[in-house]
């Protein structure tokens, strides 16, 4: 699976990495890991993505520099563009531009099936639960041994993309590889602490006004929350935006509601855009969903982007929501 990605890493000096805009964990982790391994190959490697740095990511010791885009000239000595954890240069908001530059090597590692062949050198892998276990593989058959660095990068993307070890997609692998994270100093405590445990107090209040506006549909099967402009009045723009990019605390609560098939949580971000998180139980299938409008992700944990009204947006998504329930029915 790997001798040309690292036949590609042999013969090139200068890399960016990056990621899809709103990065999780996976993204995020991932990147972290595969930008030691080269550094350690003695490479030339820079992360940029097209956002702000999520702030419960800094604690990662990144080998190259972590920035948001900002010039494409900034980058005209780069050699490869490797994408993480996304398969498609849309996915990339600006960075993009570099991506599909005619002089650059394009690398694609994704764990999402996707439905077009991507441009350059894929290496995709559906059955994996994570980038980050796939980055581990190529570490381990680079010839080598995980650095603290790289295990934290890796434990972040394997521990995000499994649900903390709850989703599905969870195997044996993703134990394996979170035990020799820690046994690479990884502190799993501090880490959920860091990651899950860290809402302000005006995230907090945000999340309340969101209850507020809960609406359920198709005799309480799917579950509507919306987060306004208007709840915002009053916050900061540092917490707009971690609570516009990272949507993963809303849902925690949304996952213990019963007999609730798809919650559907849409964020109004500015320039009539409206994020749409999409989250499921069961056969309910939200990937397909949001497939539909130009997003992706996985079976039971998936979004995308449009442009419209907060309302406009739902009525579109609750209509394939309703087609995908009819279908299982």
């Known amino acids: 699976m790997w001798r040309e990605t690292k036949k590609i890493f042999q013969e090139h000096g200068s890399f960016l990495i990056s990621t899809h805009v709103n990065p999780d964990g996976d993204g995020i982790g991932s990147a972290c890991a595969l930008a030691d391994l080269l550094s350690r190959m003695g490479k030339q490697v820079c992360f940029v993505y097209d956002g702000l740095f999520p702030e419960k990511f800094s604690f990662l010791n990144f080998p190259g520099i972590k920035e948001i885009f900002y010039s494409e000239e900034n980058y005209s000595d780069i050699e490869v563009v490797v994408m993480v954890d996304a398969h498609s240069a849309d996915r990339l908001g600006r ?17 999402h099936q996707p439905q077009e062949i991507p ?4 290496v995709i892998d559906s059955n994996a639960s ?8 190529l570490y381990k058959e680079s010839g080598y041994e995980l650095t603290k660095e790289a295990a934290e990068g890796l434990y972040v993307s394997v521990i995000s993309d499994t649900g903390r070890f709850c989703y599905s997609s969870t195997d044996r692998k993703a134990h394996k590889i979170a035990e020799e994270c820690m046994k690479k100093g990884v502190d799993p405590d501090w880490m959920y602490a860091h990651l899950y445990q860290q809402v ?3 995230e907090f209040k945000v999340f309340a006004k969101a209850l507020q506006h809960m609406e359920e549909h198709f005799n309480n099967r799917v579950i509507v929350q919306k987060i306004l402009r208007e709840d915002f009045v009053g916050v900061s723009d540092a917490v707009q935006e971690i ?11 949304n996952k213990i509601i019963v007999g609730v098939d798809c919650v559907m949580l849409l964020c109004e971000r500015p320039n ?37 009204t907060v309302e406009g947006v739902k009525e579109k998504v609750l209509e394939k929501i309703q087609q995908e329930l009819e279908r299982l029915d």
């Open 200 to 202: 302000s107090l005006p």
């Open 243 to 253: 609570l516009q990019s990272d949507l993963e605390y809303f849902h925690e609560f």
């Open 130 to 137: 994570s980038t980050g276990s796939m980055i581990y593989t």
């Open 272 to 308: 009539r855009t409206v994020r749409v998180s999409l989250r499921s139980s069961g056969s309910f299938r939200v990937d397909r969903i949001a497939s539909q409008f130009g997003g992706g992700g996985h079976p039971k944990a998936a979004g995308a982007s449009l442009k419209g």
């Open 95 to 111: 960075v993009a531009q570099i991506f599909q530059r005619p002089d650059v090597v394009k690398v694609v590692i994704d764990h």
């Open 119 to 122: 441009a350059g050198h894929c």
